[in-house]
């Protein structure tokens, strides 16, 4: 009987055109996002290492010249020279367009030496000059990957593989929760409009509930593979697929790593499906205390903007901290962990949260109906 419940709410589902339409709105996403996006200046290799260049040359000018005959000003001074040893030899791999393995070891060494120069301490370097150290080590984990798997450089920011990490990551967060909610908010109307025709399936709560949050998820997972996946071929048209094994940085253990292109995007897509099922319960959970659709989205939409909105106030509760996890792109990109400044906030914690949330919510689920169960009977023998 659950399978012909399931056919049932599965025909529902294909005839409901507000999903449909939010549906084609998501695939629509990638490549209108693409149009602002390809307009935005990002710089390439040459280009940044020219602008480096000019940087050093700057720096130069400033170092004052009455350091320079001190101990501490001498090494700063031969550490800075040997940085613009460095990018000069990486400027003049990139315009040969070949021995990138020199390229890649000019950048490990540029990289070590700005480390070198924080112990330093910067002395007699403007603040504005100075490169943070967490942007040595991202450049040091790009370099490294490319050394370890012998990648070649991919100098076109806008090809489909690059692409598709900053597309997932602009609809990570609250546009994603937003899709999910709105395509989940049907999921009850039916049993509350036509209790008749739905009653007269002999299943429980838990598996009707089962069976629309399962299909639902199905129907998310699907506008989002199809939007990738078109997404993915319309810019590839308009420029190349790229490589998607070439690095993409994620945050963990309060560092970066770098992981292959398809890697992060499989990472992105099981996050988004954890995500996506941890919202359809939770929806279900407030809308059968609610029995109202709108003030369900209400509720939930205030439930996972508190981190923030609790934020703006200068308040700390670490224990609203797991909520950020449903902002995974935030989450892999390092930027939740420096905004709360929470290192749990990384990769390593996210999928074991993200499980333990959807643990939670189908338990409070299962223990209310279980409750409002036990009572009933209570009543019953009364």
């Known amino acids: ?83 613009s040893s460095s990018i000069n030899m990486q400027r003049f791999y990139l315009w040969k367009k070949e021995d990138y393995d020199k390229y890649i070891e000019e950048g490990l060494k540029l990289n070590e030496l700005r480390l070198e120069l924080h112990e330093l301490g910067n002395k007699g370097i403007h603040p504005n000059y100075v490169i943070p150290k967490d942007e040595i080590q991202k450049d040091m984990a790009i370099l490294r990957y490319y050394k370890v798997h012998k990648l070649p450089l991919v100098p076109d920011p806008f090809v489909a593989s690059n692409y598709l990490p900053v597309a997932l990551n602009m609809l990570s967060g609250l546009l994603f929760c937003l899709f999910v909610l709105i395509i989940g908010s049907s999921m009850l109307v039916n049993d509350q409009q036509h209790q008749s025709v739905v009653g007269g399936f002999p299943i429980s709560f838990m598996q009707k ?119 995974i792109g935030s989450v892999l990109n390092g930027e939740a962990a420096a905004e709360f400044g929470n290192e749990k906030l990384d990769f390593k914690h996210s999928y074991s ?22 009572r009933k009977g209570e009543v019953a023998t009364n």
């Open 1 to 83: 009987m659950f399978w012909k419940y399931l056919l049932f709410e599965t025909k529902l589902l294909l005839h409901n055109r507000k999903n449909w339409l939010l549906g084609i709105g998501l695939i629509l996403f990638f490549p209108l996002y693409y149009t602002q996006y390809s307009q935005l200046d990002i710089k390439d290799m040459q280009r940044l290492k020219n602008e480096e260049a000019e940087h050093m040359f700057t720096v130069f000018n400033a170092f004052p010249e009455d350091l320079r005959e001190t101990a501490e000003g001498e090494a700063t001074y031969n550490n800075l020279t040997q940085q």
């Open 209 to 327: 509930v089962s069976g629309k949050v399962a299909i639902h998820l199905v129907q998310v997972l699907l506008f989002l593979v199809l939007a990738v996946l078109i997404g993915g071929y319309y810019i590839a048209q308009k420029t190349e697929w790229g490589n998607f094994i070439t690095p993409v940085l994620i945050y963990q253990d309060m560092d970066f790593v770098a992981v292959s292109t398809i890697r992060y995007l499989t990472y992105m897509f099981i996050a988004f499906a954890l995500i996506a099922l941890f919202l359809l319960l939770v929806f279900v959970l407030i809308n059968v205390m609610t029995k109202n659709l709108y003030a369900t989205i209400l509720t939930m939409i205030v439930i996972l903007l508190l981190p923030d909105l609790i934020s703006v106030t200068g308040a700390t509760f670490n224990w609203l901290y797991p909520l950020k996890f449903i902002d």
């Open 353 to 374: 949260w993200l499980v333990g949330l959807n643990l939670l919510a189908a338990a409070i689920l299962y223990g209310r109906n279980k409750l409002l169960y036990i």
